[in-house]
């Protein structure tokens, strides 16, 4: 949760966001706070992976998803959000109502993206905040969110190698592949630390599909917020 104070010019990538929990209120990344007024501004949140187990409520007495979103601001009407990116990340198994829901909360005035994301067996995600600019997405069992637009993926079979273990990396003929957009001007490598793209054009997701040859390590090479 990053909270009150403005904080600018902020990259998250590489990381693993598990089984989060909090308040009803919170989320896996809360962008704001409740008291001052301000803009956050330049941000990149990518190449993450956001999943849940099997787990039943980690969270105790709190509800597991830590609310009904995932990355979002709080309730205030005092944060604004501008230039907020969220691309190339790929979101598993948030199963609980709302808990998968984007940019629902705070005020979302700017210029704000989500592309080239996938969600994997999400039936949590319900809402995409109308005021992100969205395409480029990928969706495989997401029967709560129907929304499609012009050059999003609705998949039926799971895109990934397996899900299941966690193994992310997309099958070769996955609708996904080659079908995203470019990001070159900001990150040039996936999840893993392989160079984007692999083919003719990006994937969606967190990870590029190995088209030839073999695969490097498919986990993180570091850990990154900054």
């Keep these: 949760s990053f909270e009150d104070s403005a904080i600018d010019h902020v990259r998250i990538y590489g990381n693993v966001f598990k089984d989060w929990r909090g308040y009803e209120v919170t989320g896996g990344i809360i962008i704001g706070g ?14 993450n992976l956001f999943w849940w187990t099997t787990i039943s409520n980690p ?11 995932l990355i979002s601001g709080l309730d205030s009407s005092l944060t604004h959000h501008n230039d907020i990116n969220i691309v190339n990340n ?37 809402a995409l905040s109308t005021n992100l600019v969205k395409d480029y997405n990928g969706y495989y069992s997401v029967p709560n969110y129907t929304t499609r637009e012009t050059h999003d993926v609705s998949l039926a079979s799971d895109p990934a190698v397996s899900s299941v273990t966690y193994n992310f990396m997309p099958i070769q003929t996955s609708d996904i592949v080659n079908t995203g957009v470019d990001w070159s001007s900001m990150f040039s490598t996936d999840y893993a630390g392989l160079s984007r793209p692999q083919g003719v054009a ?14 490097p390590n498919r986990r993180p090479r570091r850990n990154k917020i900054k």
Excluded: Q
Aim: aromatic share 18%; proline share 3%; glycine share 14%.
């Design 34 to 47: 409740e008291t001052d007024p301000n803009t956050f501004d330049d941000w990149w949140i990518y190449n």
């Design 59 to 69: 969270g105790g007495t709190f509800p597991w998803s830590g609310g009904t979103r």
């Design 90 to 126: 790929t979101f598993y198994n948030i199963s609980e109502s709302g808990a998968a829901n984007m940019a629902m909360f705070g005020i979302w005035d700017g210029t704000n993206t989500f592309k080239n994301n996938l969600f994997i067996s999400c039936a949590g995600l319900s």
């Design 202 to 215: 990006w994937d969606i997701g967190a990870f590029e599909a190995v088209l030839n040859g073999s695969a």
